[in-house]
């Protein structure tokens, strides 16, 4: 029975990856997917492979807004992008559209969503569709083009891509670009692990959130900060000091190391009386946080993903998902 089985799936696999080669079937398959269940999602990205041609692709947000990106020929980071959302991480698609919609109903004029280390701008999605305020910081130009592009193709307008680092000091730092562009960093002990791959290195400028961001110091303002700048936490932190001062903004940030490099950014959130969540998947009950130890040296966390709230506001908001 099992061999059975895994001849239905080969058999199966083989017959979509030659159907969505013709346009029409990739539009179906496109349809498909983007409202099939996660369990359908995990075994298709194990088999499928994208067509190496010119495709528009509808990505349908967790909100019900469709953005249209386009997977090009020769460039697989964009089918990436394109098949990424659904898949990826659903916690982070359901924490954004929970915070997109606090911020725009209750701030609608006075909020901005700032992603730093946008990569491929998948996690600014939700807050363009709702034509929220956006700042996204990324050096590398061959991802902008393609997130310049997407903003166009959706009309979207309500944002600024900056070419900037964001660090602890407004000066030049040396950059350094991963091949997959997913692991490019200014820390250059991370650059030089064995799992990275550096095909250039630029010195770029860098700037102090505190800097972009000083009009905001000292206002009413709200923000959410979106952070995953591969090891270079603690500074860009430390150079957004007088705004998480001033407006208390929620956070959150990727950390891959733990240790005492999360134990110095644990302890320096808590001091500014921030509540810490480490993000998960969804369950079943779309629990998908809890909340992180004061000791984090021996935890074992399952996730790089860390929600950092001090709004009390924000703080009820998301008490039903905690588990």
């Not at 997977?71 to 916690?91: C, E, M, P, S």
């Not at 900056?162 to 960093?185: A, W």
């Not at 709230?309 to 924000?314: C, F, H, N, S």
Request: glycine letters at 4%; proline letters at 2%.
């Amino acid at each position: 029975m099992q061999r059975i089985r895994t001849l239905l799936r080969i058999t199966f696999f083989y017959t979509l990856n030659n159907l969505i080669k013709i346009k029409p079937f990739m539009v179906l398959f496109n349809y498909v997917y983007e409202r099939a269940p996660f369990s359908f999602l995990e075994m298709v990205n194990r088999h499928i492979k994208i067509p190496n041609k010119q495709f528009d692709w509808k990505i349908k947000l967790y909100n019900g807004k469709n953005v249209v990106t386009r997977i090009r020929k020769n460039n697989v980071k964009t089918a990436h992008v394109a098949l990424g959302y659904q898949w990826h991480d659903r916690g982070l698609n359901l924490l954004e559209n929970i915070m997109v919609n606090f911020l725009n109903e209750n701030y609608r004029n006075n909020s901005v969503f700032i992603d730093c280390g946008a990569n491929m701008g998948m996690r600014s999605l939700t807050a363009l569709s709702k034509n929220m305020k956006v700042v996204m910081f990324e050096p590398n130009d061959e991802t902008n083009q393609i997130n310049l592009e997407r903003c166009r193709m959706n009309n979207f307008t309500n944002y600024e891509l900056l070419t900037f680092g964001v660090s602890d000091k407004d000066e030049q730092k040396k950059f350094y670009f991963d091949s997959s562009s997913y692991l490019s960093t200014l820390n250059a002990d991370i650059a030089g692990e064995d799992n990275i791959k550096i095909t250039n290195v630029m010195t770029i400028e860098v700037r102090k959130l505190d800097t972009i961001f000083s009009n905001l110091i000292g206002t009413n303002s709200k923000a959410y900060i979106k952070m995953d700048i591969e090891g270079h936490e603690i500074e860009a932190l430390s150079g957004a000091d007088e705004l998480i001062d001033s407006i208390s903004p929620t956070l959150m940030v990727e950390i891959n190391e733990k240790k005492e490099h999360i134990q110095l950014i644990f302890n320096r959130m808590r001091n500014k009386g921030y509540s810490i969540f480490e993000k998960s998947d969804p369950d079943e009950f779309n629990k998908f946080l809890t909340e992180c130890p004061v000791n984090v040296l021996e935890n074992k966390f399952i996730s790089n993903d860390f929600l950092f709230i001090k709004d009390v506001e924000i703080l009820s908001l998301i008490k039903p998902y905690i588990n």
